[in-house]
């Protein structure tokens, strides 16, 4: 009897072992999988931060990237604004030394179409033009006025008649700039008068009768051997 107490007793213990051994072993299969979940967590969280970091990393770039466009964009802007500039102001350059070199063709040259008579005070208009190059002499009023500022050179030629004279100047605006007395023998005898003067533009020349008479034939224009003319050209600018 005694002997299978103390067997009974001894399979107690022993199962008692087992149990603890097991229960043992489950607690150190929950510690593990705690330590396994906790793992499993901060690999969770490192994936959402190494994710989060990739999208900044990712903007930084992107910002980064325009703004070194919008760098390039503002210095290629400026490189070609200066180039403009440097080109405009070499062409300004260019032109200017061209107007200084190249004078600008201006000259006109106009002459009587009949034998007139004219009176002092008169502005002698001449209606037929031979050339007018700047379109710069008006045939209705004898009257030229400087397309552009610089040194001109004017001729007037007069053919009297009968022994009559004529005196005559080129005016420039009011002012005399050459007086010539033209007389008229019994040959037809042709004369001339001419100036040269620095002018600005806006400035009208003409030739005016300073002494003259409005009655019977002064001037005598033939066609075929005797002009009547006016004439002038800029020199240089």
Not at 26 to 51: H, I, P, W
Not at 73 to 81: G, I, Q, R, S
Not at 143 to 152: I, L, Q
Request: net charge negative; charged share 25%; with cysteine.
């Amino acid at each position: 009897m005694v002997r299978i107490e103390f067997q009974m007793e001894r399979m107690k213990t022993e199962m008692e072992q087992s149990v603890k051994a097991v229960e043992n072993m489950k607690t150190g299969t929950d510690d593990t999988l705690k330590a396994f979940d906790s793992k499993l967590e901060t690999y969770d969280e490192n994936v959402l931060r190494m994710k989060a970091f990739e999208t900044k990393l990712a903007k930084t770039v992107s910002e980064k990237h325009q703004e070194h466009d919008k760098d390039i964009d503002e210095k290629l802007a400026a490189l070609e604004n200066k180039t403009v500039e440097t080109l405009d102001k070499k062409i300004q350059e260019l032109q200017a030394i061209k107007d200084d070199v190249f004078t600008t063709t201006v000259a006109f040259k106009a002459r009587l179409d009949s034998n007139i008579a004219v009176a002092t005070g008169q502005t002698v208009v001449f209606p037929t033009v031979l050339f007018n190059e700047g379109d710069s002499y008006n045939r209705g009023t004898g009257k030229f006025t400087t397309p552009v500022s610089g040194t001109y050179m004017f001729t007037m030629a007069f053919c009297l008649k009968n022994i009559q004279t004529l005196v005559a100047g080129i005016m420039v605006d009011h002012k005399k700039y050459t007086v010539t007395l033209f007389y008229g023998d019994g040959n037809n005898e042709c004369l001339t008068g001419d100036t040269v003067a620095m002018l600005t533009a806006g400035q009208v020349v003409r030739v005016e009768v300073l002494a003259g008479s409005s009655t019977g034939r002064i001037i005598n224009q033939d066609d075929s051997y005797r002009w009547n003319t006016f004439s002038g050209v800029l020199i240089h600018r």
